[in-house]
């Protein structure tokens, strides 16, 4: 017999409670983190949200099409003995994001450069600067 866990500050009927509960619908934990971009005049600055992040977390790399690949993989483990060492309780937690940008063609790709500060990771993106050409012109007369 299993035992379910009941709220009575719920509303709805107990079994609307257990149809919508964890085994008829999955519930999922990912979530993505927020992410701007900025251009300005020296390319685009790209800011990832990375709350609890270090440097180690993070990869920032080219892949074979050139695309800007942004990831990051945390593990974290947590144990709690009682004095006999058996566990009182034991959680695991692992989260993993990546994202992919295509980059436009006038990205200096070898002067891209990455940094984790405050809880966001910064990717500097360099663009070549592209020649303003006048709108007017001379036209010859014959």
Do not use: H
């Not at 020296?42 to 695309?67: H, I, Q, Y």
């Not at 980059?103 to 405050?118: F, G, H, M, R, T």
């Amino acid at each position: 017999m299993a035992i379910i866990r009941r709220s009575n500050n719920n509303w709805l009927p107990s079994v609307f409670n257990d149809f919508f509960g964890n085994e008829w619908m999955e519930q999922s934990n990912k979530s993505v983190p927020a992410i701007n971009i900025q251009q300005n005049d020296n390319g685009f600055t790209v800011e990832v949200a990375a709350p609890g992040m270090t440097r180690e977390d993070c990869k920032v790399r080219l892949d074979e099409s050139n695309n800007l690949v942004i990831e990051f993989e945390k593990k974290n483990q947590t144990e709690e003995k009682d004095q006999k060492g058996s566990y009182l309780r034991r959680e695991f937690s692992y989260a993993q994001f990546q994202r992919r940008m295509i980059l436009p063609d006038n990205v200096i790709k070898d002067q891209i450069s990455a940094k984790v500060e405050n809880g966001v990771l910064t990717v500097e993106i360099p663009t070549v600067k592209e020649e303003v050409k006048p709108n007017t012109r001379q036209i010859e007369i014959q």
